[in-house]
């Protein structure tokens, strides 16, 4: 009798004991970061369905779960996915798959990598971005001369860095029947004792573009999903994809039915008229994958082709103010339609002239109306008035932007405007979040050059020795929160994604460093160990 009494006293225990969770993944021993409001730190979290289900110790989950996978990060580093707030996610795939000239010291050197590109591809036409004449000797623009007698019958398109500026041979501006004579509002074309140089600024690109060659839909899709793997490669999950056209979103949308694109995108689209009609028309877009809830509008160029709009001129060139690339009643007009919808504006202002402009429209359509994280893009150079017009106008900036243009920034601006430009630590004081990106493929992709200039304000080779205006740097938490959690809040995605918490996209990435603990000088050569994108691995 005693021994059946202890049989069934054991027989309840076992019963009242829980049957244990399946899950997808449980990851233990991590350095995790989770970004979360207090940036509190973890060591294991538990994923189901795509989805963080449950951040605790190791045994606290692996008592209440049982898991498909165990993932040990063996003391790793763990952290959100990164977002990269403003990109142009077909154009680094174009230039993946084309001519890089990044780098390039010498116009020279420019020519060499086009050779060595056209003796392999034997390609129609020749597409290539990359060069900044600031890096070459005497800092001049080049011409078409060489180019001319090179390729007498081939198109060639060489684009400056920051795609605002392009040099063209003859061939590809008879594409667009481009003289002498030609003029375009928002354009320039560089003269030389009164011939073409081959250099056209801005909206006068268009010229060309309207007659180039149409890009194959194949090809499109092979630039898409190269932009893919390099993304992952970098740890990012998620691009805000700065300006997209009706195709482009079609062939995107195309991918992510097939299942072959599956980082996340939030897509500005165009703000042209039609796709303004369109989507103030039909609504959001939002799927797991894709999110259009924006537009994108460029008000000027950019710095370094002196097609940034100032209020003075430029320093440099006396009579030279920028360009307007967009007309400040078509910029009003639109502003006004967008502000009657739940859709968000994205303007590209670079210039004091262009930001002031902006902010001005801004405030005025926006008027009684609260949450609606209307951004900047760059918001590069500002005048001491309107800094205090950023309370409510969220700053989208590219630390890599400062590293970049600080060699010669000052001889564009001079030093009072200096002080205003590329101040990020003051926009994040006025605002309170700051959503940070690179522009790739204007900037590299890496994420952790983002950090590194942002934190030390520096270039890779460490200089300037104590930084560049460094009253402007950024915490190591502020940069990560700018790379995720703020990032996600300027889509209005703060509730999905950018932090390690429960019910949130298991987006998150191993690092082979501690970022937010090694010397800053060590950042840039993070490696990604693995990009997870609803708890599932992307590096093969």
Known sequence: ???????????????????????DAIVINGNVYTVNGTFDKAEAFA??????????????????????????????????????????????????????L?????????IKRVLDFQQDKESAVIYARGWDQNNFEGKEYPDNVLLNQ????????????????????????????????????????????????????????SLVYDNWPATTRSQRVNALLAAQEECFKYGLTTIDDAGVGADGIAIMDSLYKSGDLK?????????????????????????????????????????????????????DAHEVFGLPVTSLD???????????SEFQLNTHAIGDSANHAVLNIYKKALEGKKDRRWRIE?????????????????????????????????????????KGAYAYKELLDIYGKVALGTDFPVEKVSPFLTFHSSVARQDVEQFPKDGFQMENALSREETLRGMTIWAAYSNFEENEKGSIEVGKFADFIILDRDIMKVAIQQVPETKVEQTYLGGKPQLK
């Open 47 to 100: 994923i189901k369905d795509g989805k963080f289900l449950e951040i605790a110790s190791a045994k606290i989950l692996q008592d209440k779960y049982v898991a498909d996978t165990l993932i040990d990060a063996q003391g790793k580093t763990i952290m959100p996915g990164f977002i990269d707030a403003h990109a142009h996610f077909e154009g680094l795939g174009n230039n993946l798959l084309s001519v890089d």
């Open 1 to 23: 009798m005693k021994k059946l009494l202890t049989l069934a006293i054991l027989a309840t225990m076992l019963s009242c004991q829980k049957e244990k969770i399946q899950v």
């Open 102 to 110: 990044m780098g390039s010291k010498s116009f020279e050197e420019v």
């Open 150 to 205: 090179l390729y007498p019958d081939t198109p060639v398109a060489l684009v400056r860095v920051d795609g605002h500026a392009a040099l063209f041979n003859q061939a590809a501006l008879n594409l667009g029947n481009v003289t002498e004579k030609s003029k375009i509002d928002g354009g320039d074309f560089v003269k030389k004792d009164g011939k073409l140089t081959g250099v056209l600024i801005d909206r006068a690109q």
């Open 263 to 315: 980082i996340r995108l939030y897509v500005m689209a165009s703000g042209t008229a039609d796709q303004l009609d369109y989507y103030l028309k039909n609504g959001i877009v939002k799927t797991d994958g894709m999110h259009i809830r924006s537009f994108k509008i460029s008000s000027d160029g950019a710095l370094g082709s002196r097609g940034a709009l100032l209020r003075e001129p430029y320093s």
């Open 330 to 340: 078509y910029l009003e007009k639109a502003a006004n339609r967008i502000a009657n």
């Open 378 to 418: 760059h918001a590069q150079i500002i005048s001491p008035e309107d800094f205090k017009k950023f309370g409510d106008i969220m700053p989208s900036i590219q630390p890599t932007h400062a590293t970049s243009d600080m060699y010669w920034a000052e001889e564009r601006l001079g030093a009072e405007r200096m």
